[in-house]
């Protein structure tokens, strides 16, 4: 049985993917077996029907794992908008018993899996008249823990705290947040540490200066 976790962030282009392929890029570096998966993807490249410039892409990449894209992910597309609405504008409907199919076939694959998020927790995956399905749900079903990434500077503390207390409304515990852009030498980036920390209740596991190849993490975020 694999140890998994979510990333997610406190909103679009903060850095989810970034910082998701410097985790498993370390955890692979220590020796250990550390996969991912991303259940919904937009924005892509595809050639016959294959990835060749996508998030996924990025991640297998920089971190090195022996897969294909395609192989980590449910569900993708072209367009770059939200899943819910990729997927209306291809008359699909994005069916979630399949990204649970493939989170356990992609589970026994591996010791650990980190599972990415698309946008922020409440991502909108699938939204009609009789149904609403956010990403917030897909993480309580996947019985997933989260680490937050949160942009170290200006605004960090209300869309981080926001961000943490809907999880844990949502019966979703936080494992961690990490600062990405941080600066430290930049008395505010120390200050949004600090407060968020407080205000949050929940350690900042690691900060990530901009465009760092590597990341410091504090053990024990995968869970046994």
């Not at 992910?73 to 979630?96: C, F, G, T």
């Not at 937050?148 to 809907?166: F, H, P, R």
Request: charged letters at 25%; aromatic letters at 8%.
């Amino acid at each position: 049985m694999s140890k998994n976790i979510f990333i997610t962030a406190t909103g679009t282009d903060i850095g989810k993917t970034y910082i998701s392929a410097l985790i498993i890029k370390k955890m692979r570096e220590k020796g250990l077996n550390c996969g991912y998966f991303k259940p919904v993807l937009s924005g892509v490249k595809e050639l016959a029907g294959h990835l060749v410039d996508s998030d996924a892409n990025y991640v297998v990449q920089m971190a090195d794992i022996p897969t294909m894209a395609d192989e980590c992910v449910s569900y993708w597309w072209k367009e770059a908008v939200s899943p819910h609405l990729a997927a209306k504008r291809m008359n699909q409907k994005i069916d979630i018993s399949k990204i649970k199919y493939d989170f356990a076939q992609i589970s026994k694959k591996y010791d650990y899996l980190l599972v990415e998020g698309a946008g922020g927790i409440t991502c909108p995956l699938i939204i009609e008249k009789d149904e609403k399905y956010l990403l917030k749900d897909l993480i309580w079903e996947l019985g997933l823990s989260t680490i937050i990434v949160a942009d170290a500077g200006l605004g960090t503390i209300n869309s981080t705290l926001l961000t943490v207390e809907y999880a844990r409304a949502n019966g979703i515990e936080v494992e961690g947040i990490i600062l990405n852009n941080y600066d430290s030498n930049n008395f505010m980036h120390w200050d949004n540490l600090e407060q968020v920390e407080t205000l949050c209740g929940v350690n900042v596991v690691a900060t990530v200066s901009r465009g760092a190849n590597d990341i410091m993490l504090l053990e024990g975020l995968f869970k046994e």
